[in-house]
């Protein structure tokens, strides 16, 4: 069963960077297209991107200035780095496992991670 | 963006009930729709894709139906598991976007 977990700080102050790891069990990382997408009160679910090993990495335009998603496959780590947050950025952030189709078959617990000094 | 507009959003339920949630798309997004359900503290989990295919182990007690800009979630049977808020999503034209939630209460 494939298995995701993020992980990363709780707590970033405005203007700095927002790094989250996402670890992988139960599968090769590259079979799939992993994503990471947020939650948050004001701006509900949204999709932040997406990465396969070697084959495409695609992020959404709202982000695509401050955003990297990168595949760490010795480590089995999926990372997002996201820049100049703010705290609009404020959100629980999950990485999921996206489908052949654009759908998310499978989501980690999720982190929250709030912008605050 | 192609916006997705539900309805109610809040629903209040009685166990056994048969209930629908609507999913309006702001552009024609064929029958790539999806829908997910998130119980309270938890993930999303995805119930529904290409509008109508059950993912596996998702009670045939769920169905999905619509086309083009209007979609509908069904819930026959309400059980006390259903409760929490159901997500659509379409994935028809990037970047992909989510509903803003149907609260399901019993």
């Given at each position: 069963q494939v298995q995701l977990r993020e992980s990363g700080p709780a707590l970033v102050k405005p203007s700095e960077t927002l790094s989250l790891n996402c670890s992988i069990s139960g599968t090769s990382i590259i079979n799939y297209y992993w994503s990471w997408l947020r939650q948050s009160p004001n701006k509900g679910l949204e999709w932040?991107?997406?990465?396969?090993?070697?084959?495409?990495?695609?992020?959404?335009?709202?982000?695509?200035?401050?955003?990297?998603?990168?595949?760490?496959?010795?480590?089995?780590?999926?990372?997002?780095?996201?820049?100049?947050?703010?705290?609009?950025?404020?959100?629980?952030?999950?990485?999921?496992?996206?489908?052949?189709?654009?759908?998310?078959?499978?989501?980690?617990?999720?982190?929250?991670?709030?912008v605050s000094s | 963006d192609v916006d997705l507009t539900q309805s109610p959003a809040t629903l209040s339920a009685f166990l056994g009930d048969t209930v629908s949630i609507s999913c309006r798309a702001s552009q024609n997004v064929g029958n790539w729709s999806a829908w997910y359900h998130q119980r309270p503290g938890n993930a999303p989990n995805l119930l529904i894709q290409k509008t109508s295919n059950l993912q596996p182990a998702v009670s045939s007690r769920f169905s999905g139906t619509g086309s083009g800009t209007d979609f509908t979630l069904t819930i026959r049977n309400v059980e006390s598991g259903d409760i929490g808020t159901y997500f659509c999503q379409q994935y028809s034209r990037a970047p992909w976007t989510f509903g803003q939630g149907t609260k399901v209460e019993i």
């Open positions: 932040i991107g997406y990465s396969q090993l070697n084959v495409a990495t695609v992020y959404n335009p709202s982000f695509k200035s401050r955003v990297t998603i990168s595949i760490d496959k010795s480590r089995d780590l999926i990372s997002l780095t996201l820049t100049s947050v703010t705290a609009a950025d404020t959100a629980v952030y999950y990485c999921a496992r996206r489908g052949p189709a654009a759908v998310f078959v499978g989501w980690g617990p999720g982190t929250l991670v709030t | -």
